[in-house]
């Protein structure tokens, strides 16, 4: 999996949801007035916003660490099945040169050293099996991971917007059309990794 941003794509489904978030901020008189951020000269602005997520995913600091950190699991994972489908090729291999030069002394030990290689074989089918699984495992952790990172920077940078909504767009899935004034993924991508700090290559990433 060597695409850029490897988990993006499970990410962009589990996002929408996220990202669909209810910020209420009720007044304390019904006289006070909320104020939204945008442009100077607009007429009117409601109080919404959205957010690119393709564009999140690709700038935010953490995504990125996120992803190599799962690459570097995947990685790991390809090496140690690389490892053990040689170890069962080669095995194979000599089976069948001691098979064609006669180098059985009997039928029963010739069995004995095929059955020993099928076996490792499954073993192998097995190894695949739970990297896999883990990997999984892995990617669905990471995911948690960012997903809460991004919803409580989303309330904290609200704090001071005073949404009442902001809602995600993915290649303009969710939104079909939508003035420009409401897009607000630059702030929030600056705000996410003024919060997060650089990207790091330790294996371990920040929280």
Same mark, same amino acid.
């Given at each position: 999996m060597k695409n850029n941003y490897v988990i993006s794509g499970?990410? =962009? /489904? =589990?996002?929408?949801? +996220?990202?669909?978030?209810?910020? %209420?901020?009720?007044?304390?008189? /019904?006289?006070d007035k909320v104020k939204y951020e945008f442009a100077a000269g607009d007429s009117a602005a409601l109080p919404i916003a959205y957010v690119n997520v393709d564009s999140l995913l690709m700038n935010y600091n953490f995504a990125t660490d996120l992803n190599e950190a799962l690459m570097r699991i995947e990685e790991n994972s390809r090496a140690s099945l690389t490892q053990k489908e040689r170890q069962v090729q080669a095995a194979a291999q000599e089976f069948q040169r001691k098979l064609e030069n006669n180098a059985f002394l009997t039928q029963k030990r010739a069995e004995e050293e *095929? %059955? !020993?290689? *099928?076996?490792?074989?499954?073993?192998?089918? !097995?190894? /695949?099996?739970?990297l896999s699984n883990e990997l999984g495992l892995e990617q669905q952790k990471l995911n948690? *991971?960012?997903s809460d990172s991004i919803r409580n920077a989303l309330q904290e940078f609200n704090?001071?917007?005073?949404?009442?909504?902001?809602?995600?767009? %993915? /290649?303009?899935?969710? +939104?079909?059309l939508a003035h420009p004034k409401y897009?607000? %993924?630059?702030?929030?991508? =600056?705000?996410l990794n003024k919060r997060y700090g650089p990207v790091t290559s330790k294996t371990e990433v920040k929280k």
């Open positions: 499970i990410l =962009a /489904a =589990a996002l929408i949801l +996220l990202y669909i978030l209810h910020f %209420t901020s009720s007044p304390k008189n /019904a006289g *095929q %059955t !020993r290689i *099928q076996k490792m074989g499954d073993e192998y089918q !097995r190894m /695949a099996q739970q948690l *991971q960012l704090k001071s917007k005073n949404f009442e909504m902001i809602l995600s767009n %993915t /290649a303009s899935d969710n +939104l079909l897009d607000i %993924t630059n702030e929030v991508i =600056a705000f």
